[in-house]
């Protein structure tokens, strides 16, 4: 379980640290848009930034809330293709046997909810969110579990990351399939075409981060004026980044090894610089520890940080900042109610039941430690959406009224399904620290 229990547990280190600061973000978001300073909030992420050259056809206007809905949140979506390559050739999606209980759960989280909103919205406007309950936010989950404790079994923490991942899988695709439009396919052909040189590239194990960067950036520009959201290239760019390692463990051990002995043999330790040879064994080692992570763990590693402490504060910043009012929502405030029902029991339901059908069937198993309580308390945190689900949001509707309306309801339903999901799991959870 070792080599599998740390980088895990590095994850969701990372993951609950970045969910406080989510948290803080978008409760600053809240009352900023809801002050007498809102109008402000709102201008700021409307106001238009310009890349390029304004005179010539190499430019791109936006407001700024796009800018980081469609460009910052790329590479968002890039570090989770990075974490789905990790978990499908490296960790815990590798077997069916592992994959199998996280496939049920996010199966049951992304048809349930989706099916309670389409019957409690039936014939009302707002169908076209049905895609906004259905996602899960891994770090405000993570974050939650974390407040419990070393109570909480390490069995459950690997689930709950492993059936998220899913779940993004899952989100992604309802976005490429059904919130695009209008869409040019001879850019998409395009956008293949360096796509699937890449992937040969990284097949043959041939791999420049600068080549790759540049090739990315021509990648997303093609989906951003294809139709095709651009959100998905940072997915496909993921899975081009090679997996494999230039230097294996025993090589690398040997060269630091041999070089460290340089420093071993001078007497002399008090010299304020080191001597050539000292320089040369320190370029090697440099060079070896590079080449001893793949590219793709290199910089899911880099990036992480990035991501979870930055990019993800900036879109909660920009996007939470929902009026909470009913005013003025007359027509549309069945689509908070709706979402808010459809997160907290259409998750709840659906990760419970599919789940609980799959151990059943013995095509699944219960994580170790675990029992049917907890796991339905983790069923209702599933229902915790907000990035995803404002992201989107953002997608789904393009009326004013109909995008407040949508985000009051991931506010509410996420507190509670936040709150239902840590209760449960208190009271399951006996006062003892695991030893995981």
């Given at each position: 379980?070792?080599?599998?229990?740390?980088?895990?547990?590095?994850?969701?280190?990372?993951?609950?640290?970045?969910?406080?600061?989510?948290?803080?973000?978008?409760?600053?978001?809240?009352?900023?848009?809801?002050?007498?300073?809102?109008?402000?909030?709102?201008?700021?992420?409307?106001?238009?930034?310009?890349?390029?050259?304004?005179?010539?056809?190499?430019?791109?206007?936006?407001?700024?809330?796009?800018?980081?809905?469609?460009?910052?949140?790329?590479?968002?979506?890039?570090?989770?293709?990075?974490?789905?390559?990790?978990?499908?050739?490296?960790?815990?999606?590798?077997t069916l046997r592992k994959a199998s209980l996280p496939i049920f759960a996010a199966i049951g989280g992304m048809v349930?909810?989706?099916?309670?909103?389409?019957?409690?919205?039936?014939?009302?406007?707002?169908?076209?969110?049905?895609?906004?309950?259905?996602?899960?936010?891994?770090?405000?989950?993570?974050?939650?579990?974390?407040?419990?404790?070393?109570?909480?079994?390490?069995?459950?923490?690997?689930?709950?990351?492993?059936?998220?991942?899913?779940?993004?899988?899952?989100?992604?695709?309802?976005?490429?399939?059904?919130?695009?439009?209008?869409?040019?396919?001879?850019?998409?052909?395009?956008?293949?075409?360096i796509f699937s040189v890449l992937a040969i590239l990284s097949f043959k194990e041939i791999y420049s981060k600068y080549?790759?960067?540049?090739?990315?950036?021509?990648?997303?520009?093609?989906?951003?004026?294809?139709?095709?959201?651009?959100?998905?290239?940072?997915?496909?760019?993921?899975?081009?980044?090679?997996?494999?390692?230039?230097?294996?463990?025993?090589?690398?051990?040997?060269?630091?090894?041999?070089?460290?002995?340089?420093?071993?043999?001078?007497?002399?330790?008090?010299?304020?610089?080191?001597?050539?040879?000292?320089?040369?064994?320190?370029?090697?080692?440099?060079?070896?520890?590079?080449?001893?992570?793949?590219?793709?763990?290199?910089?899911?590693?880099?990036?992480?940080?990035?991501?979870?402490?930055?990019?993800?504060?900036?879109?909660?910043?920009?996007?939470?900042?929902?009026?909470?009012?009913?005013?003025?929502?007359?027509?549309?405030?069945?689509?908070?109610?709706?979402?808010?029902?459809?997160?907290?029991?259409?998750?709840?339901?659906?990760?419970?039941?599919?789940?609980?059908?799959?151990?059943?069937?013995?095509?699944?198993?219960?994580?170790?430690?675990?029992?049917?309580?907890?796991?339905?308390?983790?069923?209702?945190?599933?229902?915790?959406?907000?990035?995803?689900?404002?992201?989107?949001?953002?997608?789904?509707?393009?009326?004013?009224?109909?995008?407040?309306?949508?985000?009051?309801?991931?506010?509410?339903?996420?507190?509670?399904?936040?709150?239902?999901?840590?209760?449960?799991?208190?009271?399951?959870?006996?006062?003892?620290?695991?030893?995981?």
């Amino acid at each position: 379980m070792k080599p599998i229990k740390n980088p895990i547990l590095r994850f969701i280190n990372l993951e609950t640290t970045s969910s406080i600061i989510l948290l803080v973000v978008s409760i600053i978001a809240i009352i900023w848009a809801n002050s007498s300073y809102g109008y402000v909030y709102e201008a700021l992420w409307n106001h238009k930034f310009t890349i390029g050259f304004a005179d010539t056809d190499f430019y791109l206007v936006k407001p700024l809330i796009l800018w980081i809905n469609d460009g910052l949140m790329a590479i968002f979506f890039f570090v989770i293709g990075l974490e789905v390559k990790r978990e499908v050739l490296a960790g815990e999606l590798t077997t069916l046997r592992k994959a199998s209980l996280p496939i049920f759960a996010a199966i049951g989280g992304m048809v349930f909810p989706v099916l309670i909103f389409l019957v409690l919205n039936e014939g009302k406007i707002g169908a076209d969110g049905w895609g906004i309950p259905m996602a899960t936010d891994i770090a405000f989950t993570l974050g939650i579990l974390k407040l419990l404790g070393n109570r909480v079994p390490l069995g459950l923490k690997i689930f709950l990351t492993a059936f998220a991942i899913v779940d993004d899988i899952g989100a992604v695709l309802v976005i490429a399939i059904f919130y695009s439009a209008n869409i040019q396919w001879d850019l998409i052909v395009y956008a293949m075409l360096i796509f699937s040189v890449l992937a040969i590239l990284s097949f043959k194990e041939i791999y420049s981060k600068y080549f790759y960067f540049i090739m990315g950036f021509v990648v997303w520009l093609l989906f951003l004026k294809s139709g095709i959201h651009p959100t998905i290239a940072g997915i496909l760019m993921a899975f081009t980044i090679p997996i494999q390692r230039k230097v294996n463990l025993k090589e690398y051990l040997i060269v630091l090894t041999s070089q460290l002995n340089f420093f071993k043999e001078d007497k002399n330790q008090v010299e304020k610089l080191l001597n050539k040879k000292q320089l040369e064994a320190i370029d090697i080692i440099e060079n070896s520890t590079e080449n001893i992570q793949s590219p793709l763990q290199n910089i899911e590693h880099s990036m992480h940080g990035w991501v979870s402490y930055i990019i993800m504060p900036i879109f909660a910043l920009a996007n939470a900042g929902v009026i909470l009012s009913f005013e003025g929502l007359e027509n549309t405030s069945h689509v908070t109610i709706n979402i808010a029902l459809a997160l907290v029991f259409g998750n709840a339901i659906g990760i419970m039941l599919m789940s609980y059908i799959g151990i059943k069937l013995k095509l699944a198993v219960l994580p170790k430690k675990v029992n049917y309580l907890q796991l339905l308390g983790v069923s209702c945190l599933g229902g915790l959406g907000f990035t995803m689900s404002l992201f989107i949001s953002n997608l789904a509707f393009t009326d004013q009224s109909l995008i407040a309306a949508s985000k009051m309801g991931i506010i509410i339903g996420s507190i509670i399904a936040g709150t239902l999901g840590y209760a449960i799991l208190r009271f399951s959870l006996n006062g003892k620290e695991i030893k995981n």
